[in-house]
């Protein structure tokens, strides 16, 4: 399916949501975006458990408020999805910080299945592991840039929408998170090598 084909089946899913609250569509456009709300949480630094209970809530979040929802607003539903499962992820950090707790530390583990893993799956393993240890230092909105635009295919536009700002501030905010992951790589470049 082309890039535009589902763009324009999601829209006409959230039409049937919004305008007659249909399960049918719902569970629909759960299966188009449920993976992608949970890497998206993962790789914001939260573990497992806490990134399923982000995805639970995004759809919880995107029922309730299927109404508020615009076609003609400009935002694909991919990025209207993303805003609400970012800013989940932001009132969850706030509550962690403020309670004193931590979130976890990002582990690309926990997306493996139980199976033994041959000397590449665990080299891919341990170079995950690295980037996301880099990933999770970055400043909270390049971060999140980054993972949109890269982990998930945003458009600039798309991932401006998600994160509620203009389309040049996401183009800086990856400039500056690239650059950033970039000069971590590097000093981390010891640690890749000795995997390689």
């Not at 979040?61 to 539903?77: E, Y």
Request: net charge positive; charged share 30%; proline share 1%.
């Amino acid at each position: 399916m082309k890039k535009t084909d589902t763009s324009l089946h999601d829209r006409e899913l959230m039409r049937r949501i919004a305008a007659t609250q249909d399960k049918e569509a719902f569970r629909q456009l759960t299966r188009l975006y449920m993976r992608m709300i949970f890497a998206i949480a993962f790789r914001m630094g939260f573990n497992k458990e806490d990134s399923e209970d982000i995805v639970q809530e995004t759809w919880v979040r995107v029922w309730q408020k299927s109404d508020s929802w615009r076609d003609d607003a400009g935002a694909s539903v991919k990025a209207w999805v993303g805003r609400i499962a970012y800013n989940l992820c932001l009132d969850e950090k706030r509550r962690i910080k403020r309670t004193g707790g931590q979130a976890d530390d990002i582990d690309p583990d926990t997306l493996q299945s139980g199976r033994e893993d041959s000397a590449a799956q665990t080299h891919t393993k341990q170079v995950q592991r690295i980037i996301g240890k880099c990933l999770a230092a970055l400043p909270e909105k390049q971060r999140a840039s980054v993972v949109l635009c890269h982990y998930h295919g945003y458009s600039n536009a798309e991932a401006a929408h998600a994160l509620g700002v203009s389309v040049k501030a996401v183009e800086s905010l990856l400039i500056r998170g690239r650059r950033t992951l970039k000069k971590q790589l590097g000093q981390s470049k010891q640690e890749l090598m000795s995997w390689i």
